[in-house]
């Protein structure tokens, strides 16, 4: 992951990646009703050293009451807020087969800001049908939808033997991050985010440890 | 991730999720009837520090030649032993949903050894069909496939809420490994390996350095 950006932010990318489960832990706390949660309960819900935990949660700027815990409601809009999930983030989906269909489902997205506004597809039978509320587009809508619209992410889930020429088109376009679910390794300029989904990590260690 | 055969592997969850990066380099390199490759060209492919390449590829027993580099295929056979990917995994999916309906379709697995023998979902009109070729059956079919076949991997995209039921069922029917797409945390016996796939985790880091 190569991003200039990251230079500028206060939390290692390990952090930022554990701080949604501590979100998850805090948002059931709530709707028990919890006032304050302690480190230590954190920790052992999510198998984490409670240093870990009260290390990682320090980059949110709350620092929880010796003896006594966090405050749950301040907790929770401090990760928010950090991660920036109380803001919209406009995205696209390019590819609707089922991957693509799947992530337009996944209630876990707008739940914390991310607004999906349209869908793309090269398949005419595809185009004009609505996932879920999404309008999905033909690929010569993508460069002014990008512009026009401001799309923060494009998520992307053609296949792979289109996918460096769908990512031109969205770096012409302006894009600056894109969610890559293909298995190619996408060229793009230093200032463009690319995060790239890779089952097949996850599979290995499973293959390996299991 | 809590597993005691972890402790069994000489190799980091880290080398091993990188494992897969040097297999792709290393396949496409043998399409191209390259014979040898040397580590400098695998890590500025990947984007990372030669010596971490090296390293990384050490875990499977195979050194290159200084100067020269490694022979292409036999780096390919020994990471795909290490990985296990030159033997069959069996494995199930439970839910069929559009996530589940994409994974069972992803290419990168069967190439992988991965076998997905058979889904399984609650759903009435769903039971009996065929996504590509593999059929879904009821639940109550659940415990018998996974002894009767030995199953090694439980894929699971059910909802959350049925998440911690299906599982108990996986595991009083013996399976080892479950690979979570939920976001609930699986509560499992210590010697069960549990990998979450957890897309909110990518979604923070795109939030925050976008």
Redesign the interface.
């Known amino acids: 992951m190569?991003?200039k950006?990251?230079s500028q932010?206060d939390?290692s990318?390990p952090t930022?990646?554990?701080?949604?489960?501590y979100l998850?832990v805090i948002r059931r706390a709530l709707e028990k009703d919890l006032k304050v949660i302690s480190g230590t309960v954190i920790a052992s819900?999510?198998?984490l050293e409670p240093i870990q935990v009260r290390k990682d949660l320090a980059v949110t700027g709350i620092v929880g009451k010796p003896r006594v815990g966090y405050d749950v409601k301040e907790l929770k809009n401090a990760i928010e807020s950090?991660?920036?999930?109380d803001k919209k983030?406009k995205a696209i989906v390019i590819g609707t087969?089922?991957?693509g269909?799947?992530?337009i489902?996944?209630h876990?997205?707008k739940q914390?800001?991310?607004d999906i506004i349209a869908s793309f597809d090269s398949s005419e039978d595809k185009i004009g049908k609505f996932i879920i509320n999404v309008e999905t587009y033909p690929m010569d809508k993508l460069p002014s939808m990008v512009k026009d619209e401001s799309v923060?992410?494009a998520i992307l889930t053609v296949p792979s033997e289109n996918a460096q020429e769908v990512t031109d088109t969205l770096v012409n376009a302006g894009i600056?991050?894109i969610?890559n679910f293909t298995?190619l390794?996408l060229k793009v300029p230093k200032d463009v985010?690319v995060?790239r989904?890779?089952?097949?990590?996850?599979?290995?260690?499973?293959?390996?440890?299991?």
């Open positions: 190569k991003n950006r990251f932010i939390a990318i930022i990646r554990r701080l949604p489960s998850n819900e999510l198998e950090f991660l920036n999930w983030h087969g089922n991957l269909t799947a992530l489902g996944y876990g997205f914390n800001g991310m923060d992410i600056s991050a969610w298995n390794k985010l995060l989904e890779d089952l097949s990590s996850s599979y290995a260690v499973l293959s390996v440890c299991k």
